[in-house]
């Protein structure tokens, strides 16, 4: 037979054998290799310890878009070169110290911001020049003020810094922060003590002591938590501090120790920072328990009673011209009542007004049954599809979801030097993309008035009908803080006059017969295809832009007291500004239903908010 010889193999099968033989040593050594490389890089990451959670922190900017303003203690805390703060970097660290670190740490500028986003009800562009409404010159001798630290924080985190700092709360249990300072100073000591040669005892006593703490302060979060031997524990650390400053170590090497363990705490309270930010925004455009607990019981009982009746009557007026139409955009049940109540409770005669509540289909049935449930005056309420209406009329632009207004944050910077310590902000609503359909959906109409649902109506708004818009589109407030020639880099090569203001939605009379003459529509389409577009937050970003060019020169200024802005974001405002307008705006992420909501605001969209609704009690709905 062939390949065997007299050894019982052939030449080749004896190569082959051999190559294999020695391959194999080659992947033993490999495998040994990788198994003492992967734990000698585990512990290098404990030695530098990493703080627990920092390693997954990608530091997006996703968290720019947190746009909620809060008031800020303006008060100036001084840091002492004597007075460092001792805080491990495991251990939670006392509020007044990390507050202080992370003024500090927020000064430095962070990665760039991308030109403009858009979320849910939130964006954020950069703005190429100053903003000069409200934003005054710093001087050189303020630049670390607590003013600009707030702008440059708010700048990276958005309202939610404010809001933060708005509710901190200052520690309290001085000898838990007693002993965080203690340990943080045994640490720094402890690598230089165990050097030295002799001191053996010393360096047992201190990790000993170090250990004690730990184990405290693992098991307590305030004083009431510590055991009764805590003074004793106490005195001994500060008998072996005071042992270990008196050998003769290198202090450098101590300062090298403090700065680590305080870089390390600065990051740990950074990441936690950003971490927060994100669970409020998601606090603050996520619907609730109850809020969907509300839906939920409100679709299942329209089905139980259907209410044609009612529909049949509202269907009667909807078309009629002679009528007050309002229109609002809403897939909140709450919001958009309180809108409603308000307006009807404050107008004079209320028979002649039509409310259309544009709705999703998710949130289509259970607004037609709550209207059924509760009558506001003797207004008319109609309520319509959204999904429906998208597919009925056929436009050029490509509809997606229905989109509410968009709020977008805008970040100016102050003065010439463009660092974010003179990072301004401001917020600007304007037209979703769905609301470009508005002259389809309502052919017969010639004129509405638009509400956004987070606006109160606290006066009567019917002369808005007499006002005669002298050839324009619309009337809406104008906000001269931002202009045209603010936002140029987001404009793209169109013509437009840059020192013309940007324009408010949340209060706008429309005329439709103009809106069609002119195509409104259409050149905003174009506009939108011609902005570049990768993804969906970029395609609703296009909204600001797209909304500033296809209403320039067509707006007609309305008295700006006709409106009192930023109540969503804003903790600034008068309450006699508040009282004395005629409608309240609450733009920003702090909607008066929220928990989140300014408290000192809020009581002025409670008092129209619908009482006496079994489900909202069923259902805990308690805004």
Request: proline fraction near 2%; charge should be negative; include cysteine.
């Given at each position: 037979m062939k390949g065997y010889g007299a050894g019982g193999l052939s030449a080749a099968a004896q190569q082959a054998a051999k190559r294999r033989w020695k391959g194999q040593p080659a992947a033993v050594f490999v495998l040994v290799f990788f198994s003492l490389l992967v734990p000698l890089v585990f512990l290098l990451g404990l030695q530098n310890r990493f703080p627990s959670g920092y390693l997954a922190d990608v530091r997006s900017q996703q968290e720019s878009n947190f746009d909620t303003y809060r008031n800020v203690t303006r008060e100036q805390e001084q840091i002492s070169s004597k007075d460092v703060p001792h805080v491990p970097p495991h251990v939670p660290p006392p509020a007044e110290e990390l507050n202080k670190r992370i003024k500090e740490t927020l000064v430095s500028p962070t990665s760039q911001l991308k030109n403009y986003s858009s979320q849910a009800r939130g964006g954020e562009l950069k703005s190429n020049g100053p903003i000069g409404v409200g934003d005054g010159k710093p001087s050189h001798d303020t630049v670390l003020s607590v003013y600009e630290t707030d702008r440059s924080c708010e700048h990276e985190f958005g309202s939610y810094c404010l809001w933060s700092r708005r509710h901190r709360r200052v520690m309290k249990d001085s000898i838990v922060k007693r002993l965080k300072d203690q340990l943080f100073v045994a640490r720094a000591y402890y690598p230089s003590i165990a050097k030295i040669q002799g001191k053996e005892t010393l360096t047992r006593e201190l990790k000993l002591n170090i250990q004690d703490h730990e184990r405290m302060l693992s098991e307590a979060v305030s004083d009431l938590d510590l055991p009764s031997l805590v003074g004793k524990k106490i005195a001994n650390m500060d008998k072996v501090i005071a042992k270990a400053k008196s050998c003769p170590i290198d202090c450098n090497n101590v300062d090298k120790k403090l700065r680590q363990i305080l870089d390390l705490t600065e990051d740990e309270a950074h990441f936690h920072m950003k971490q927060s930010a994100f669970l409020y925004q998601l606090g603050v455009q996520t619907m609730s328990k109850t809020f969907h607990c509300l839906l939920m019981r409100l679709t299942v009982e329209f089905f139980k009673s259907p209410a044609s009746k009612v529909e049949h009557i509202s269907a009667s007026k909807s078309v009629d011209p002679s009528y007050l139409h309002y229109v609002i955009f809403s897939r909140n049940i709450l919001a958009v009542s309180v809108t409603i109540n308000s307006t009807v409770t404050n107008s004079e005669e209320s028979d002649s007004i039509v409310f259309h509540v544009i709705t999703d289909k998710q949130n289509f049935y259970s607004m037609k049954h709550w209207f059924v449930r509760h009558s506001y005056g003797n207004a008319t309420i109609h309520i319509l599809n959204f999904d429906e209406l998208k597919s009925n009329h056929v436009s050029n632009l490509e509809f997606g979801e229905m989109s509410m207004s968009e709020e977008f944050r805008i970040s100016s910077h102050t003065t010439s030097q463009q660092t974010p310590l003179q990072m301004g902000t401001k917020y600007l609503?304007?037209?979703?993309?769905?609301?470009?359909?508005?002259?389809?959906?309502?052919?017969?109409?010639?004129?509405?008035?638009?509400?956004?649902?987070?606006?109160?109506?606290?006066?009567?708004?019917?002369?808005?009908?007499?006002?005669?818009?002298?050839?324009?589109?619309?009337?809406?407030?104008?906000?001269?803080?931002?202009?045209?020639?603010?936002?140029?880099?987001?404009?793209?090569?169109?013509?437009?006059?840059?020192?013309?203001?940007?324009?408010?939605?949340?209060?706008?009379?429309?005329?439709?017969?103009?809106?069609?003459?002119?195509?409104?529509?259409?050149?905003?389409?174009?506009?939108?295809?011609?902005?570049?577009?990768?993804?969906?937050?970029?395609?609703?970003?296009?909204?600001?832009?797209?909304?500033?060019?296809?209403?320039?020169?067509?707006?007609?200024?309305?008295d700006n007291t006709l409106v009192q802005q930023g109540l969503g974001h804003d903790y600034e405002v008068s309450e006699d500004s508040v009282k004395d307008a005629v409608t309240l705006h609450y733009n920003g992420n702090m909607k008066p239903w929220l928990d989140l909501a300014i408290p000192k605001y809020k009581n002025f969209w409670k008092k129209y908010l619908t009482r006496d609704e079994r489900y909202m009690e069923e259902c805990n709905v308690n805004p």
């Open positions: 609503s304007v037209f979703g993309h769905s609301h470009f359909l508005l002259p389809n959906m309502f052919k017969d109409l010639k004129k509405i008035v638009l509400l956004d649902d987070d606006v109160v109506v606290q006066k009567d708004i019917s002369f808005l009908w007499n006002l005669h818009l002298g050839g324009k589109v619309i009337g809406a407030t104008e906000f001269c803080g931002v202009k045209l020639g603010h936002l140029k880099s987001n404009l793209g090569t169109a013509v437009y006059d840059s020192n013309a203001c940007a324009w408010m939605s949340g209060v706008n009379i429309i005329d439709l017969e103009k809106w069609r003459e002119l195509d409104i529509t259409g050149v905003y389409g174009r506009i939108v295809d011609q902005l570049k577009q990768e993804n969906e937050a970029q395609w609703r970003a296009t909204a600001l832009p797209a909304n500033l060019l296809a209403f320039h020169g067509h707006i007609y200024a309305l």
